[in-house]
């Protein structure tokens, strides 16, 4: 069964970055794509995955939830700042770093290094992987938000993670590897929590799945607010319009998860 899952998730994952990449830079990514998107994962976090590993664990999950984000937190802003500086330094001598296209990234932040971006979305997705394995572990209810929030979840999270990737290395030739390289993270993160599950005794499965429900989710909310809120508020001013888009993502999402339960 977690085979035929893994093997679910990983198709939709694929499907999800394929559109930007089969859509080509040529033609243009459509600029109501990725707010929908992130207005999805938004709602998916907010009403869906967040509340209910809070319900489930409690003070731990919320305490394990808060302390991942602030950790990502730091660790994004160290790497914005000391970027900043760089570009500061590289600007006094002259030196142009602005790269053809970058503006038209519809979203993910631009002044992030791409390293640090694709690391933090790998190891989200490895997290992404490690929540399938630990969802049987959790009580009904929460199993079956985690499954409808990851079907849709990994979908559009493929798209926007393509499509940003797309923008900053400017051809579909230089990016395959890196969405390759992203698409396998999942399947990772499937094998190596399932190696470790079989060290935690039977007693303690469903603490060891809280815990790690709940750090994939601060990572997420994280991940999230960086990489695609924030860099999405900046274009609001020049791009009315793709906060409806955003805010119809949310409703979406909010609708889609009152359904299913």
Sequence with gaps: MLLVL?????AIGVIGAGVPLLWGR???IPLWLLPLAT??????????LLPEVIHEGG??????????AVVYSIVHLLHVSQHAHLTHDHSSGHCDHHHEGE???PSGDNRKPLLLF???IILHSLFDGALLVISNNLVQAAFVTVMVSLAIHKLFEAMSVSSILLGRQGSVQ????LVLLYLASFPTGVAIASILRTFVRDELLHPFALIVMAAAIGNLVSCLLYDFVLPSL???KHAKEELAWLALGIAVAAVVLGVCH
């Excluded at 893994?6 to 990983?10: A, K």
């Design 6 to 10: 893994c093997l679910m998730f990983t």
């Design 103 to 105: 503006d038209d990234i």
């Design 59 to 68: 003070k731990l999950s919320a305490t394990v939830v808060l302390t991942v």
């Design 234 to 236: 900046r274009r609001f």
């Design 26 to 28: 040529q033609r243009g």
């Design 39 to 48: 207005g999805l994962m938004v709602g998916l976090a907010s009403f869906g």
């Design 174 to 177: 230089r990016t395959i590897p």
């Design 118 to 120: 694709f690391s933090s």
